[in-house]
Protein backbone atom coordinates (compact mmCIF):
# COMPACT_ATOMS: atom_id res chain seq x y z
CA UNK A 1 0.00 0.00 0.00
CA UNK A 2 2.01 2.73 -1.22
CA UNK A 3 -0.54 4.77 -2.35
CA UNK A 4 -1.96 7.82 -0.62
CA UNK A 5 -6.02 8.23 -1.56
CA UNK A 6 -6.53 12.14 -1.69
CA UNK A 7 -10.14 12.31 -0.39
CA UNK A 8 -10.94 16.04 -2.10
CA UNK A 9 -13.82 17.61 0.35
CA UNK A 10 -13.74 21.45 -1.06
CA UNK A 11 -16.83 21.15 -1.82
CA UNK A 12 -18.85 19.61 1.19
CA UNK A 13 -16.42 20.71 4.25
CA UNK A 14 -14.66 23.36 2.13
CA UNK A 15 -18.19 25.01 1.29
CA UNK A 16 -18.96 24.86 4.52
CA UNK A 17 -16.51 28.04 5.57
CA UNK A 18 -18.69 30.54 6.27
CA UNK A 19 -19.89 32.92 3.02
CA UNK A 20 -19.40 30.10 0.63
CA UNK A 21 -22.16 29.57 -1.18
CA UNK A 22 -21.64 27.78 -4.70
CA UNK A 23 -24.66 26.82 -7.35
CA UNK A 24 -24.70 23.58 -9.48
CA UNK A 25 -22.63 25.09 -12.48
CA UNK A 26 -20.09 26.49 -10.15
CA UNK A 27 -19.79 23.00 -8.37
CA UNK A 28 -19.62 21.07 -11.48
CA UNK A 29 -16.73 23.34 -12.48
CA UNK A 30 -14.73 22.43 -9.68
CA UNK A 31 -15.28 19.00 -9.67
CA UNK A 32 -14.56 18.63 -13.48
CA UNK A 33 -11.00 20.32 -12.42
CA UNK A 34 -10.57 17.72 -9.30
CA UNK A 35 -11.21 15.15 -11.77
CA UNK A 36 -8.38 16.21 -13.87
CA UNK A 37 -6.14 17.24 -10.40
CA UNK A 38 -6.58 13.07 -10.39
CA UNK A 39 -7.97 13.16 -6.75
CA UNK A 40 -9.07 9.90 -6.05
CA UNK A 41 -12.66 11.01 -3.87
CA UNK A 42 -14.73 13.87 -4.52
CA UNK A 43 -17.26 14.83 -1.80
CA UNK A 44 -19.56 16.10 -3.28
CA UNK A 45 -21.96 17.80 -0.93
CA UNK A 46 -24.61 16.64 1.93
CA UNK A 47 -27.62 16.08 0.06
CA UNK A 48 -29.53 16.04 3.12
CA UNK A 49 -28.57 19.77 3.76
CA UNK A 50 -30.77 21.40 0.69
CA UNK A 51 -32.25 20.66 -2.59
CA UNK A 52 -29.32 22.81 -3.98
CA UNK A 53 -27.27 20.24 -2.55
CA UNK A 54 -28.74 17.40 -3.82
CA UNK A 55 -28.78 18.68 -7.18
CA UNK A 56 -25.19 19.62 -7.25
CA UNK A 57 -24.21 16.16 -6.12
CA UNK A 58 -26.68 14.33 -8.70
CA UNK A 59 -25.13 16.67 -11.61
CA UNK A 60 -21.67 15.80 -10.12
CA UNK A 61 -22.31 12.32 -10.05
CA UNK A 62 -24.00 12.37 -13.62
CA UNK A 63 -21.20 13.86 -15.43
CA UNK A 64 -18.10 13.65 -14.07
CA UNK A 65 -15.75 10.86 -14.60
CA UNK A 66 -13.00 9.43 -13.01
CA UNK A 67 -13.01 9.98 -9.15
CA UNK A 68 -15.39 8.03 -6.61
CA UNK A 69 -18.27 10.34 -5.95
CA UNK A 70 -19.12 10.44 -2.43
CA UNK A 71 -22.02 11.74 -0.72
CA UNK A 72 -22.14 12.69 3.10
CA UNK A 73 -25.31 11.30 5.41
CA UNK A 74 -25.90 11.15 9.05
CA UNK A 75 -26.99 7.83 10.40
CA UNK A 76 -30.61 8.14 9.44
CA UNK A 77 -32.44 5.99 6.84
CA UNK A 78 -33.97 9.48 5.35
CA UNK A 79 -30.32 10.75 5.25
CA UNK A 80 -28.84 7.53 3.77
CA UNK A 81 -31.70 7.42 1.40
CA UNK A 82 -31.13 10.90 0.61
CA UNK A 83 -27.62 10.78 -0.22
CA UNK A 84 -28.04 7.79 -2.60
CA UNK A 85 -30.36 8.99 -4.43
CA UNK A 86 -27.74 11.94 -5.44
CA UNK A 87 -24.84 9.65 -6.27
CA UNK A 88 -26.29 6.44 -7.80
CA UNK A 89 -25.57 7.26 -10.92
CA UNK A 90 -21.74 8.04 -10.13
CA UNK A 91 -19.41 5.50 -12.44
CA UNK A 92 -18.47 4.67 -9.15
CA UNK A 93 -20.09 5.61 -5.62
CA UNK A 94 -19.69 6.44 -1.85
CA UNK A 95 -21.69 7.16 1.16
CA UNK A 96 -20.24 8.86 3.91
CA UNK A 97 -22.13 7.95 7.02
CA UNK A 98 -21.10 9.99 10.51
CA UNK A 99 -22.02 9.96 13.90
CA UNK A 100 -20.40 11.60 17.03
CA UNK A 101 -18.61 9.45 19.53
CA UNK A 102 -17.58 12.10 22.06
CA UNK A 103 -18.95 13.08 25.28
CA UNK A 104 -19.66 16.95 24.52
CA UNK A 105 -21.10 15.45 21.73
CA UNK A 106 -23.15 12.46 22.26
CA UNK A 107 -24.47 14.19 25.70
CA UNK A 108 -24.97 18.38 24.29
CA UNK A 109 -26.08 17.54 20.47
CA UNK A 110 -27.13 14.27 19.96
CA UNK A 111 -28.69 13.56 23.61
CA UNK A 112 -27.90 10.29 22.96
CA UNK A 113 -26.43 7.43 25.40
CA UNK A 114 -23.56 4.94 24.24
CA UNK A 115 -25.91 2.24 23.57
CA UNK A 116 -27.82 4.68 21.07
CA UNK A 117 -24.87 5.48 19.32
CA UNK A 118 -23.81 2.38 18.81
CA UNK A 119 -27.22 1.42 17.45
CA UNK A 120 -27.24 3.88 15.33
CA UNK A 121 -23.75 3.76 13.16
CA UNK A 122 -24.80 0.14 13.34
CA UNK A 123 -28.12 0.99 11.51
CA UNK A 124 -26.86 3.90 8.92
CA UNK A 125 -23.64 1.62 7.89
CA UNK A 126 -26.16 -1.41 7.06
CA UNK A 127 -28.13 1.01 5.17
CA UNK A 128 -25.55 2.74 3.07
CA UNK A 129 -24.20 -1.01 2.40
CA UNK A 130 -27.82 -2.21 1.30
CA UNK A 131 -27.01 0.52 -1.59
CA UNK A 132 -23.42 0.32 -2.23
CA UNK A 133 -20.14 -1.60 -1.52
CA UNK A 134 -18.32 1.56 -1.18
CA UNK A 135 -19.12 2.94 2.40
CA UNK A 136 -17.11 4.97 4.58
CA UNK A 137 -17.74 5.81 8.39
CA UNK A 138 -16.67 8.73 10.54
CA UNK A 139 -16.93 9.02 14.35
CA UNK A 140 -17.14 12.91 14.31
CA UNK A 141 -15.30 14.34 16.74
CA UNK A 142 -12.99 10.90 17.06
CA UNK A 143 -10.32 13.11 18.48
CA UNK A 144 -11.91 14.37 21.78
CA UNK A 145 -14.02 11.14 22.02
CA UNK A 146 -12.96 8.41 24.45
CA UNK A 147 -10.38 5.85 22.41
CA UNK A 148 -12.01 2.75 23.72
CA UNK A 149 -15.22 3.95 22.78
CA UNK A 150 -14.85 5.36 19.32
CA UNK A 151 -12.92 2.13 18.49
CA UNK A 152 -15.69 0.00 19.64
CA UNK A 153 -18.29 1.88 17.23
CA UNK A 154 -15.79 2.03 14.21
CA UNK A 155 -15.94 -2.09 14.77
CA UNK A 156 -19.74 -1.83 14.82
CA UNK A 157 -19.32 0.14 11.69
CA UNK A 158 -16.65 -2.52 9.79
CA UNK A 159 -19.12 -5.49 10.78
CA UNK A 160 -21.86 -3.72 8.97
CA UNK A 161 -19.86 -2.82 6.01
CA UNK A 162 -17.87 0.17 6.07
CA UNK A 163 -14.48 -0.33 4.36
CA UNK A 164 -13.12 3.13 5.08
CA UNK A 165 -12.34 4.28 8.77
CA UNK A 166 -12.31 8.35 8.89
CA UNK A 167 -11.04 9.37 12.57
CA UNK A 168 -12.11 12.91 12.20
CA UNK A 169 -10.19 16.04 14.26
CA UNK A 170 -13.07 18.07 14.03
CA UNK A 171 -12.28 20.61 15.92
CA UNK A 172 -8.89 20.64 15.32
CA UNK A 173 -7.44 19.88 18.90
CA UNK A 174 -4.71 17.42 18.09
CA UNK A 175 -1.20 17.44 17.43
CA UNK A 176 0.86 15.59 15.60
CA UNK A 177 2.18 12.56 17.94
CA UNK A 178 -1.33 12.34 19.33
CA UNK A 179 -3.43 12.10 16.46
CA UNK A 180 -0.91 9.96 14.87
CA UNK A 181 -1.13 7.43 18.09
CA UNK A 182 -4.86 7.61 17.73
CA UNK A 183 -4.64 6.07 13.99
CA UNK A 184 -2.03 3.03 15.10
CA UNK A 185 -4.58 2.39 18.00
CA UNK A 186 -7.34 1.97 15.66
CA UNK A 187 -5.46 -0.48 13.40
CA UNK A 188 -4.71 -2.25 17.31
CA UNK A 189 -7.98 -2.42 17.91
CA UNK A 190 -10.45 -2.99 14.88
CA UNK A 191 -10.50 -6.08 13.24
CA UNK A 192 -11.19 -6.40 9.40
CA UNK A 193 -10.51 -4.84 6.28
CA UNK A 194 -10.69 -1.64 6.02
CA UNK A 195 -8.54 1.44 4.60
CA UNK A 196 -8.21 4.68 7.71
CA UNK A 197 -8.10 7.86 6.86
CA UNK A 198 -7.60 11.31 8.24
CA UNK A 199 -9.52 14.07 8.32
CA UNK A 200 -8.10 17.00 10.22
CA UNK A 201 -9.19 20.93 11.02
CA UNK A 202 -7.00 23.50 11.25
CA UNK A 203 -7.88 25.53 14.09
CA UNK A 204 -4.33 25.11 15.80
CA UNK A 205 -2.75 25.50 12.65
CA UNK A 206 -1.75 21.77 12.89
CA UNK A 207 -4.22 20.24 10.33
CA UNK A 208 -1.47 19.20 7.71
CA UNK A 209 0.72 17.86 10.08
CA UNK A 210 -1.67 15.67 11.58
CA UNK A 211 -2.54 13.79 8.65
CA UNK A 212 0.54 13.69 7.88
CA UNK A 213 1.47 12.45 11.21
CA UNK A 214 -1.65 9.73 10.31
CA UNK A 215 -0.22 8.61 7.41
CA UNK A 216 3.27 7.85 9.22
CA UNK A 217 0.70 5.57 11.02
CA UNK A 218 -0.99 3.67 8.39
CA UNK A 219 -3.73 5.94 7.14
CA UNK A 220 -4.00 5.65 3.52
CA UNK A 221 -6.41 8.46 2.43
CA UNK A 222 -6.08 11.98 3.42
CA UNK A 223 -9.37 14.14 3.57
CA UNK A 224 -8.30 17.97 2.46
CA UNK A 225 -9.79 20.43 0.69
CA UNK A 226 -8.26 22.50 -1.60
CA UNK A 227 -6.36 26.06 -0.48
CA UNK A 228 -7.25 24.44 3.01
CA UNK A 229 -11.18 25.00 2.94
CA UNK A 230 -13.17 24.07 5.42
CA UNK A 231 -14.96 24.89 8.98
CA UNK A 232 -13.67 28.02 11.10
CA UNK A 233 -9.99 27.41 9.98
CA UNK A 234 -10.68 24.99 7.44
CA UNK A 235 -9.53 21.29 6.63
CA UNK A 236 -5.91 20.17 5.88
CA UNK A 237 -4.45 21.69 2.30
CA UNK A 238 -4.62 19.37 -0.07
CA UNK A 239 -2.51 21.05 -1.69
CA UNK A 240 0.63 20.83 0.58
CA UNK A 241 -0.32 16.84 1.74
CA UNK A 242 0.44 16.22 -1.64
CA UNK A 243 3.39 18.23 -2.21
CA UNK A 244 5.27 17.35 1.31
CA UNK A 245 4.15 13.35 0.96
CA UNK A 246 5.91 13.91 -2.90
CA UNK A 247 9.03 16.66 -2.19
CA UNK A 248 9.93 13.59 1.35
CA UNK A 249 9.28 10.64 -0.31
CA UNK A 250 13.00 10.07 1.54
CA UNK A 251 11.24 10.62 4.59
CA UNK A 252 7.24 9.16 3.67
CA UNK A 253 9.16 6.05 2.51
CA UNK A 254 7.94 5.58 -1.23
CA UNK A 255 4.15 6.25 -0.69
CA UNK A 256 2.65 8.69 -3.66
CA UNK A 257 -0.89 10.29 -4.68
CA UNK A 258 -2.44 10.17 -8.07
CA UNK A 259 -2.56 13.58 -8.50
CA UNK A 260 -1.50 15.54 -11.08
CA UNK A 261 0.47 18.25 -9.10
CA UNK A 262 0.86 20.58 -12.44
CA UNK A 263 -2.29 21.35 -12.30
CA UNK A 264 -2.34 22.76 -8.12
CA UNK A 265 -2.23 26.10 -9.05
CA UNK A 266 -5.11 26.24 -11.67
CA UNK A 267 -7.39 24.50 -9.64
CA UNK A 268 -6.54 26.50 -6.06
CA UNK A 269 -7.35 29.96 -8.44
CA UNK A 270 -10.09 28.09 -10.08
CA UNK A 271 -11.32 27.31 -6.07
CA UNK A 272 -10.91 30.61 -5.23
CA UNK A 273 -12.46 32.90 -8.04
CA UNK A 274 -15.45 30.72 -7.82
CA UNK A 275 -15.60 30.83 -3.61
CA UNK A 276 -14.43 34.59 -2.94
CA UNK A 277 -12.14 33.28 -0.68
CA UNK A 278 -8.65 34.85 -1.65
CA UNK A 279 -5.76 32.67 -1.27
CA UNK A 280 -2.95 34.05 1.53
CA UNK A 281 -0.22 35.63 -1.01
CA UNK A 282 2.40 33.38 0.85
CA UNK A 283 0.42 30.67 0.94
CA UNK A 284 2.86 27.34 0.37
CA UNK A 285 2.57 26.05 -2.79
CA UNK A 286 -0.70 28.10 -4.34
CA UNK A 287 0.28 31.25 -3.24
CA UNK A 288 1.92 34.20 -5.55
CA UNK A 289 4.59 34.46 -3.32
CA UNK A 290 5.17 31.01 -2.64
CA UNK A 291 8.11 30.93 -5.39
CA UNK A 292 8.82 34.74 -5.58
CA UNK A 293 12.24 36.01 -4.00
CA UNK A 294 12.90 39.58 -3.45
CA UNK A 295 16.14 39.31 -0.82
CA UNK A 296 19.13 40.40 -2.65
CA UNK A 297 21.40 37.53 -1.54
CA UNK A 298 18.43 35.03 -2.34
CA UNK A 299 18.12 36.21 -5.75
CA UNK A 300 21.51 35.91 -6.53
CA UNK A 301 21.68 32.23 -5.19
CA UNK A 302 18.31 31.44 -7.05
CA UNK A 303 19.95 33.03 -10.25
CA UNK A 304 22.97 30.79 -9.82
CA UNK A 305 20.83 27.57 -8.98
CA UNK A 306 17.43 27.38 -8.22
CA UNK A 307 17.90 24.50 -5.44
CA UNK A 308 20.02 27.04 -3.36
CA UNK A 309 16.50 28.70 -1.78
CA UNK A 310 13.66 25.99 -3.38
CA UNK A 311 12.95 23.06 -2.67
CA UNK A 312 10.15 22.64 -5.08
CA UNK A 313 10.06 23.62 -8.98
CA UNK A 314 7.37 25.75 -9.54
CA UNK A 315 6.73 24.28 -12.96
CA UNK A 316 5.21 21.11 -11.03
CA UNK A 317 2.99 22.69 -9.19
CA UNK A 318 1.86 24.74 -12.17
CA UNK A 319 3.41 28.20 -10.75
CA UNK A 320 6.00 30.50 -12.52
CA UNK A 321 9.26 29.56 -12.46
CA UNK A 322 11.46 31.31 -9.59
CA UNK A 323 9.80 34.97 -9.78
CA UNK A 324 12.53 37.48 -9.13
CA UNK A 325 10.79 40.48 -7.35
CA UNK A 326 12.41 43.41 -7.89
CA UNK A 327 12.48 45.63 -4.67
CA UNK A 328 14.42 47.22 -2.05
CA UNK A 329 15.98 44.51 -1.01
CA UNK A 330 17.16 43.48 -4.36
CA UNK A 331 20.86 43.30 -5.57
CA UNK A 332 22.45 44.30 -8.67
CA UNK A 333 22.66 40.71 -10.28
CA UNK A 334 18.62 40.34 -9.99
CA UNK A 335 18.20 43.78 -11.78
CA UNK A 336 20.65 42.81 -14.52
CA UNK A 337 18.86 39.59 -14.59
CA UNK A 338 15.57 41.18 -15.42
CA UNK A 339 16.92 43.86 -17.63
CA UNK A 340 18.54 41.55 -19.61
CA UNK A 341 15.45 38.93 -19.82
CA UNK A 342 13.49 42.22 -21.23
CA UNK A 343 16.11 42.30 -23.81
CA UNK A 344 17.65 45.63 -22.09
CA UNK A 345 21.49 45.46 -21.77
CA UNK A 346 23.04 47.95 -20.46
CA UNK A 347 26.76 47.79 -18.83
CA UNK A 348 29.65 49.79 -16.81
CA UNK A 349 28.36 53.39 -15.67
CA UNK A 350 24.95 53.23 -17.19
CA UNK A 351 24.08 50.28 -15.55
CA UNK A 352 25.42 51.73 -12.06
CA UNK A 353 23.32 54.56 -12.68
CA UNK A 354 20.13 52.66 -13.10
CA UNK A 355 20.88 50.81 -10.53
CA UNK A 356 21.52 53.68 -8.26
CA UNK A 357 17.72 55.28 -9.47
CA UNK A 358 16.22 52.05 -9.23
CA UNK A 359 17.27 51.67 -5.27
CA UNK A 360 15.85 55.28 -5.06
CA UNK A 361 12.66 54.54 -6.72
CA UNK A 362 12.17 51.31 -4.71
CA UNK A 363 12.61 52.76 -1.71
CA UNK A 364 9.24 54.68 -2.46
CA UNK A 365 7.20 52.20 -4.58
CA UNK A 366 6.74 49.15 -3.17
CA UNK A 367 7.20 46.30 -6.25
CA UNK A 368 8.78 47.62 -9.77
CA UNK A 369 7.06 46.60 -12.65
CA UNK A 370 8.58 46.23 -16.12
CA UNK A 371 6.71 48.97 -17.46
CA UNK A 372 8.73 50.89 -14.38
CA UNK A 373 11.90 49.30 -15.53
CA UNK A 374 11.96 50.05 -19.06
CA UNK A 375 11.08 53.97 -17.86
CA UNK A 376 14.30 53.86 -15.57
CA UNK A 377 16.56 52.28 -18.31
CA UNK A 378 15.30 54.55 -20.89
CA UNK A 379 15.51 57.54 -18.77
CA UNK A 380 19.42 56.25 -18.39
CA UNK A 381 20.22 55.76 -22.26
CA UNK A 382 18.69 58.99 -22.83
CA UNK A 383 21.29 60.56 -20.42
CA UNK A 384 24.25 58.73 -22.24
CA UNK A 385 26.91 57.49 -19.70
CA UNK A 386 28.67 59.83 -17.84
CA UNK A 387 26.45 62.66 -16.21
CA UNK A 388 27.40 66.24 -15.66
CA UNK A 389 25.05 66.61 -12.97
CA UNK A 390 23.03 64.75 -10.60
CA UNK A 391 20.38 65.59 -8.60
CA UNK A 392 21.32 65.59 -4.17
CA UNK A 393 18.07 67.08 -3.20
CA UNK A 394 14.71 68.91 -4.58
CA UNK A 395 12.80 71.14 -1.88
CA UNK A 396 9.73 72.39 -2.48
CA UNK A 397 7.51 74.49 -1.07
CA UNK A 398 4.03 76.42 -2.02
CA UNK A 399 0.05 75.80 -1.63
CA UNK A 400 -3.05 77.86 -3.30
CA UNK A 401 -2.33 80.79 -1.67
CA UNK A 402 1.52 80.67 -2.05
CA UNK A 403 3.52 81.44 -5.22
CA UNK A 404 5.95 77.83 -5.64
CA UNK A 405 9.74 77.85 -4.80
CA UNK A 406 11.87 75.59 -5.28
CA UNK A 407 15.35 75.12 -4.07
CA UNK A 408 17.80 72.43 -5.60
CA UNK A 409 21.63 70.77 -4.74
CA UNK A 410 23.23 68.91 -7.68
CA UNK A 411 26.27 67.60 -7.66
CA UNK A 412 29.07 67.48 -10.53
CA UNK A 413 30.77 64.98 -9.38
CA UNK A 414 32.89 66.81 -6.89
CA UNK A 415 31.43 69.92 -5.90
CA UNK A 416 27.92 70.70 -4.47
CA UNK A 417 26.08 73.34 -6.87
CA UNK A 418 23.16 75.61 -5.00
CA UNK A 419 19.78 76.84 -7.03
CA UNK A 420 16.76 78.97 -6.16
CA UNK A 421 13.66 79.84 -8.66
CA UNK A 422 10.19 80.09 -8.56
CA UNK A 423 7.51 79.64 -10.98
CA UNK A 424 3.85 79.46 -12.19
CA UNK A 425 3.41 76.14 -10.59
CA UNK A 426 5.64 73.75 -8.79
CA UNK A 427 7.39 72.06 -11.87
CA UNK A 428 8.19 75.59 -13.01
CA UNK A 429 9.81 76.56 -9.96
CA UNK A 430 11.95 73.20 -10.00
CA UNK A 431 13.02 73.92 -13.25
CA UNK A 432 14.17 78.14 -12.88
CA UNK A 433 16.11 76.45 -9.38
CA UNK A 434 18.04 73.95 -11.69
CA UNK A 435 18.33 76.64 -14.62
CA UNK A 436 19.65 78.80 -11.87
CA UNK A 437 22.13 75.84 -10.44
CA UNK A 438 23.39 74.84 -13.98
CA UNK A 439 23.32 78.57 -15.25
CA UNK A 440 21.83 76.49 -18.55
CA UNK A 441 18.15 78.37 -19.03
CA UNK A 442 16.48 77.72 -22.43
CA UNK A 443 12.97 77.34 -23.58
CA UNK A 444 10.97 74.58 -23.13
CA UNK A 445 9.56 73.26 -26.58
CA UNK A 446 8.23 69.87 -25.34
CA UNK A 447 6.87 68.83 -22.47
CA UNK A 448 4.98 65.36 -22.18
CA UNK A 449 3.34 63.62 -18.72
CA UNK A 450 2.36 60.52 -18.83
CA UNK A 451 2.17 57.60 -16.15
CA UNK A 452 4.13 54.65 -16.34
CA UNK A 453 1.34 52.19 -14.55
CA UNK A 454 -1.93 52.33 -13.17
CA UNK A 455 -2.77 53.33 -9.47
CA UNK A 456 -1.83 56.27 -7.36
CA UNK A 457 1.98 55.31 -6.41
CA UNK A 458 2.53 54.85 -10.60
CA UNK A 459 5.51 56.47 -12.07
CA UNK A 460 5.46 59.98 -13.54
CA UNK A 461 7.55 59.61 -16.93
CA UNK A 462 8.80 63.20 -18.41
CA UNK A 463 9.90 63.71 -21.83
CA UNK A 464 10.74 67.50 -22.79
CA UNK A 465 13.07 69.01 -25.03
CA UNK A 466 15.41 72.27 -23.90
CA UNK A 467 17.07 74.45 -26.54
CA UNK A 468 19.38 76.83 -25.26
CA UNK A 469 20.55 79.04 -28.08
CA UNK A 470 19.77 77.29 -30.96
CA UNK A 471 21.07 74.12 -29.20
CA UNK A 472 18.10 71.42 -28.52
CA UNK A 473 18.12 68.39 -26.29
CA UNK A 474 15.83 66.19 -25.33
CA UNK A 475 15.56 64.57 -21.50
CA UNK A 476 13.47 62.16 -19.97
CA UNK A 477 13.22 61.87 -16.19
CA UNK A 478 10.84 59.55 -13.96
CA UNK A 479 9.83 59.10 -10.34
CA UNK A 480 7.04 58.37 -8.14
CA UNK A 481 6.46 62.31 -7.81
CA UNK A 482 5.41 63.89 -11.14
CA UNK A 483 8.02 67.57 -10.36
CA UNK A 484 10.75 65.36 -9.17
CA UNK A 485 10.06 63.53 -12.96
CA UNK A 486 10.48 67.07 -14.56
CA UNK A 487 13.26 68.39 -12.76
CA UNK A 488 15.41 65.02 -13.71
CA UNK A 489 14.07 64.85 -17.04
CA UNK A 490 15.07 68.53 -17.34
CA UNK A 491 18.45 67.96 -15.94
CA UNK A 492 19.12 65.37 -18.21
CA UNK A 493 18.55 67.58 -21.34
CA UNK A 494 21.21 70.10 -19.21
CA UNK A 495 23.39 67.02 -18.85
CA UNK A 496 23.19 66.81 -22.70
CA UNK A 497 23.28 70.48 -23.33
CA UNK A 498 26.52 70.95 -21.36
CA UNK A 499 28.42 67.86 -23.31
CA UNK A 500 27.22 69.04 -26.76
CA UNK A 501 28.00 72.48 -26.37
CA UNK A 502 31.62 70.91 -24.76
CA UNK A 503 31.98 73.97 -22.76
CA UNK A 504 32.94 74.50 -19.15
CA UNK A 505 30.60 73.86 -16.58
CA UNK A 506 28.73 77.10 -15.27
CA UNK A 507 29.48 76.68 -11.75
CA UNK A 508 30.72 79.56 -10.98
CA UNK A 509 27.11 81.06 -12.11
CA UNK A 510 25.44 78.68 -9.34
CA UNK A 511 23.52 80.98 -6.97
CA UNK A 512 22.66 80.28 -2.72
CA UNK A 513 25.21 79.21 -0.16
O1 LIG B 1 -15.03 17.46 10.83
C1 LIG B 1 -15.77 16.45 10.83
O2 LIG B 1 -15.87 15.71 11.79
C2 LIG B 1 -16.50 16.18 9.61
C3 LIG B 1 -17.20 14.87 9.53
C4 LIG B 1 -18.56 15.00 8.99
C5 LIG B 1 -16.35 13.89 8.79
O3 LIG B 1 -16.46 16.97 8.69
ZN1 LIG C 1 -14.74 18.36 8.91
Redesign the pocket.
Known amino acids: MDRVLIFDTTLR?GEQSPGISLDVGEKLEIAEQLARLGVDVIEAGFPIASDGDFEAVGAIAKTVRGPVIAA?SRTGFKDVDRAWEAVRHAERNRIHV?IATSEIHMTKKLRMSHDQVKNEAAAGVARAKSYTDDVEF?P??GFRSDPDFMCAVCQIAVDNGATTL?I?D?VGYGVPEDYGKLIAYVFDQVKGEFIVST?C?DDLGLAVANSLAGVINGARQVECAMNGLG?RAGNAALEEVVMAIHTRSDYYEGLNTGVRTEELARTSRMVSRLTGYPVQFNKAIVGRNAFAHEAGIHQHGVLEDRETYEIIDAGLVGQEAAQIVLGKHSGRHAFADSLSKMGLHLQGDGLNQAFVRFKELADRKVEITEADLEAIVAEELGTGAVHKYTMVNLELEGGTNRTPHARVILTDGSEKCEGEGTGNGMIDAAIAAIAAATGTDGDLTEFHVSSVTRGGDALGDVVLQLDVNGVKASGRGVATDVVEASARAYLSAVNKIVRLSDRPGPRERAVGP
Do not use: G, V
Request: aromatic share 8%; glycine share 0%; proline share 8%.
Open positions: DLFSEDNPTHHE
